[in-house]
């Protein structure tokens, strides 16, 4: 059974400042993707990585995926309070797999 | 054009009852999906359809089932409702199997109270 598996659990920040999280497995995947979720709300799509190594940005948010596609980070730079929400990774394998997700709070 | 749909968005029924949820997914996407998510947990793959057939299932008792029409929407079914049931399930559509052309999109769920 392939697991992901997702740092910090939660995370409290000062607007302004720079955070990462992490997503890690055992297992390679063939492609990971990450999600916010925002209360009462399905995850929406952020951005799929495909290739190990590969780095893409998106405003504010950079993500990598490790160059053995076993793990990625998403790396915001001067947080805002609209970043608040559920971080979600999701991994492409023999399923389709969601890791606990890190619950992101940015402070005014 | 419309997102991911699914109905109803919340429902509370009682312990043994049986519940059905529905879910239309993007025109054109023939991929469906069926997540649970308890609070504060990611979440958990149910089924999985592909052209109306079942590529996927995760470990979930027999008393989930799901299926997929025609017309690509498809519906979970759980009898004898527990109270661990309770929780936020999720559609989500696919153009192609597994959200490999880039992902999938979500719908905004049912909320689902057992008690």
């Known amino acids: 059974t392939q697991l992901l598996e997702q740092s910090p659990q939660f995370l409290s920040i000062q607007e302004g400042e720079n955070l990462t999280v992490y997503c890690n497995s055992s297992?390679?995947?063939?492609?990971l993707q990450w999600y916010r979720q925002e209360p009462g709300e399905g995850p929406v799509l952020l951005v799929t990585?495909?290739?190990?190594?590969e780095v893409k940005k998106l405003k504010r948010l950079t993500f990598q995926f490790g160059d053995a596609r076993k793990d990625s980070s998403l790396h915001i730079t001067a947080a805002q309070p609209g970043d608040t929400g559920l971080y979600l990774c999701?991994?492409?394998?023999?399923?389709?797999?969601f890791g606990p997700g890190t619950r992101l709070s940015v402070l005014p | 054009d419309a997102g991911v749909t699914q109905s109803p968005t919340h429902l509370i029924k009682t312990r043994g009852q049986h519940v059905t949820l529905r879910c239309s997914p993007i025109?054109?996407?023939?991929?469906v999906s069926w997540y649970q998510q308890v609070l504060g947990q990611g979440p958990q793959f149910i089924f999985q359809?592909?052209?109306?057939?079942?590529?996927g299932r995760g470990n979930f008792p027999d008393r989930f089932s799901a299926r997929q029409f025609p017309n690509y929407s498809s519906e979970l079914n759980v009898n004898a409702l527990l109270l661990g049931d309770s929780a936020l399930y999720l559609c989500?559509?696919?153009?192609?199997?597994?959200?490999?052309?880039?992902?999938?999109?979500f719908g905004s769920g049912t909320r689902l109270t057992v008690v």
């Open positions: 025109s054109g996407h023939k991929s």
């Open positions: 989500a559509s696919s153009l192609v199997i597994w959200g490999y052309d880039g992902g999938y999109t």
């Open positions: 990585v495909v290739t190990g190594g």
């Open positions: 297992s390679v995947f063939s492609s």
């Open positions: 999701a991994g492409a394998g023999q399923n389709f797999v």
């Open positions: 359809y592909y052209e109306k057939e079942e590529r």
